[in-house]
């Protein structure tokens, strides 16, 4: 603030000096960070990737040792989590190359002159579903996977029937 002599009678409309507000920007919506593209950033942060494998094995380590009830039962959802984020990744990036070969050959197919012909969701869904088929197939799960399914359905057919008391 400005200094004012004391002598002087302060004027009843003072001359106020504004102070710029300081703006406040989020990188995650603001068009100066770029535009997101996820190839880009696995790649640039593609480092980290060693980093949590190192981790996980630190934290595997120490659960071998562990003798505490409750710090063992911790590093064992730690460890749950780690894994569980780990083919999350994996399953993204999976999704993200079915997508680009697709992209791919709608692009090949332009060039050769065809008109391009994009998948449904409903179709998108079915292929991932039949590679998940064939996947557990050839790991040999695909019996138990389908037991699971049929009980499951099973239980819900169950629950949607009228029971016994109302009639």
Do not use: W
């Amino acid at each position: 603030p400005l200094e004012m002599s004391a002598k002087k009678p302060v004027p009843f409309l003072r001359q106020v000096v504004s102070v710029r507000k300081k703006v406040h920007r989020d990188p995650r919506f603001d068009d100066l960070s770029g535009e997101y593209k996820p190839e880009i950033f696995m790649k640039t942060y593609s480092f980290l990737d060693s980093i949590k494998k190192q981790e996980k094995e630190m934290v595997q380590k120490q659960l071998k040792k562990c003798r505490d009830v409750e710090q063992k039962e911790k590093l064992q959802q730690l460890l749950n989590r780690m894994t569980q984020q780990e083919q999350a990744q994996k399953k993204q990036q999976k999704l993200r190359e079915r997508e680009l070969s697709l992209k791919r050959q709608q692009r090949e197919l332009a060039k050769q002159g065809k008109k391009p012909f994009f998948l449904k969701k409903s179709e998108k869904r079915k292929l991932e579903l039949a590679e998940k088929y064939a996947e557990l197939k050839r790991s040999g799960k695909l019996e138990s996977f389908l037991n699971k399914k049929r009980k499951r359905n099973a239980i819900k057919d169950k629950r949607r029937l009228p029971s016994q008391k109302n009639l």
